[in-house]
């Protein structure tokens, strides 16, 4: 016998998308068209389900043979193991080409960096160097999030 296509978690959700649908058109929009509304409530919720399903799939067990293992940089395991690790891997590979492109939008800037830098520790000022790192590092995330908007998803959450 197989699966049935909907399963209690997707009952659950169809039904929080009629209720939210109808109240987020009732009291938050009227002046909004009610297919807009359904569609909104809908992508919102569509998006937490879709958060939810991919972490049954990452927590769950696969076999050596058919792990990916992101371009041979790693070895595959001897027994069967979680997708957590390889993904893991895979989330420090995306926030090292995150890096890249911020030092890349920011490349002009560094010259001016490093002589604030310079000057703070020549003149003896070095309690200031940490709070110079900060500012820095904040200015490079705001550059990253004014120059790409790939980036700008990601940057945003963090404030």
Do not use: Q
């Not at 200031?128 to 120059?147: D, E, K, Q, R, S």
């Amino acid at each position: 016998m197989s699966e049935p296509l909907l399963g209690t978690m997707e009952y659950i959700f169809l039904s929080l998308w009629a209720v939210f649908s109808i109240l987020y058109w009732a009291y938050y929009r009227k002046s909004e068209n009610p297919f807009g509304a359904i569609l909104k409530v809908g992508a919102l919720l569509g998006f937490v389900w879709a958060v939810m399903k991919f972490f049954d799939w990452s927590a769950a067990i696969v076999p050596p043979a058919e792990v990916v293992t992101f371009w041979g940089l790693m070895d595959p395991p001897a027994t069967d193991a979680s997708r957590v690790p390889y993904m893991a891997d895979a989330f420090f590979y995306f926030v090292m080409a995150l890096l890249a492109l911020v030092i890349w939008y920011a490349r002009r800037k560094f010259t001016t960096v490093c002589a604030l830098m310079l000057s703070a520790w020549d003149r003896g000022h070095w309690y200031m160097l940490p709070v110079i790192f900060i500012l820095v590092t904040i200015g490079l995330v705001l550059v990253a999030a004014a120059a790409s908007p790939v980036l700008s998803p990601f940057i945003y959450t963090l404030f």
